[in-house]
Structures are given as structure tokens and as C-alpha cells.
């Protein structure tokens, strides 16, 4: 795979534009753990971060806690880390952008947002090499996060639109 069909590959996984044709991730936990939703977009962020975190270092394992079990996105985040690590590649920066984000459905231990983001930065690294990745168009997604552990995680990724130039 060449860096640009690399590059191109990565931002499509990264931005969650692969939709989830198999099977569904199993049912939420039912009791034990609840926390209070301050902001969708927080909640999005935070998340980001321990992604951004997780692909920086390279960190399959980080990157899987990420997800329930059984998440298609999750699987194929994994998957595109391992040909990254194994060419020898690294994510030294990403940043996504939320534009708008909006609570679709929301209990205790389940959160289903429509988000608008892009992917506002990213570089990568090779050895002492670094480059810039290109950015994203804006685009809409449906995302719906499951409380795990104290952490949410994802269970699903659906595009909903994409738009821009």
C-alpha cells in the first residue's frame, strides 16, 4: 500500500466512514454503573483523545479498550493500527474538530449522538521522517457509545451524510 492509499485508508477508518454491515455488538450492560452526560461533545472528545492517545503510542490494546466487544469500527480501528505498526508507521498527531453534536437517545449507560466533525489535523511518522496528513470534508455521523467499565466506549459508527466542497 503506498503512504498516500495508506493515508486515505486511515482517514476513512479514523472518521468512522465504514458503515457496520454484520452483525451488531451485544446489548449494553443492564445495571451496575450510570453516569451523568455533561455535554455529548464532551463525551466525544474525551474519547478522541484516548484514540488519538492510543494510536500515537502505537497501543493495539488501549486502541481495542476503546470499543465493546464485538464492534465492527473497533475491529477495523485494530486492524488498520497493525498495518501502520507493521510498516513501521505512527499517528504523531490527530486532532478531530466537532462542529455540532446532538443527543439522539440517552439512558444511564447508553448515549447515541449525531455528530459534524472533520478531521482538522493529523500527521504521521516514520523513523526520524514526519509529514502532514491531509484534513477532511465535514461530515455527519451517528455514533452510539455504551458505559463499560467506568468508560464509554464505542459500540457503533453509521455516516450519516457527508458535505463540504
Not at 476513512?12 to 451488531?24: A, F, H, K
Not at 488519538?52 to 479498550?65: P, S
Not at 437517545?105 to 448515549?111: E, F, I
Amino acid at each position: 500500500m503506498t503512504p498516500r492509499a495508506a493515508t486515505a485508508a486511515l482517514l476513512l477508518l479514523l472518521l468512522g466512514c465504514t458503515p457496520s454491515p454484520d452483525r451488531p455488538p451485544p446489548a449494553p450492560p443492564e445495571r451496575g454503573e450510570a453516569a451523568e452526560v455533561v455535554s455529548p461533545v464532551a463525551v466525544l472528545q474525551s474519547w478522541d483523545r484516548r484514540r488519538a492517545a492510543a494510536w500515537a503510542a502505537g497501543d493495539v490494546a488501549a486502541l481495542r479498550r476503546l470499543y465493546v466487544e464485538r464492534s465492527v469500527a473497533g475491529r477495523r480501528d485494530v486492524a488498520m493500527l497493525r498495518r501502520w505498526r507493521a510498516r513501521g508507521l505512527t499517528v504523531a498527531a490527530l486532532e478531530v474538530q466537532v462542529l455540532e453534536g446532538s443527543v439522539l437517545a440517552q439512558t444511564p449507560r447508553r448515549l447515541t449522538v449525531q455528530v459534524t466533525e472533520r478531521l482538522a489535523r493529523a500527521s504521521a511518522a516514520a523513523g526520524g521522517r514526519r509529514w502532514s496528513l491531509p484534513g477532511s470534508a465535514v461530515a455527519t455521523r451517528r455514533v452510539t457509545l455504551w458505559l463499560v467499565g467506568g468508560q464509554w466506549r464505542v459500540a457503533r459508527v453509521g455516516r450519516v451524510s457527508d458535505s463540504g466542497p
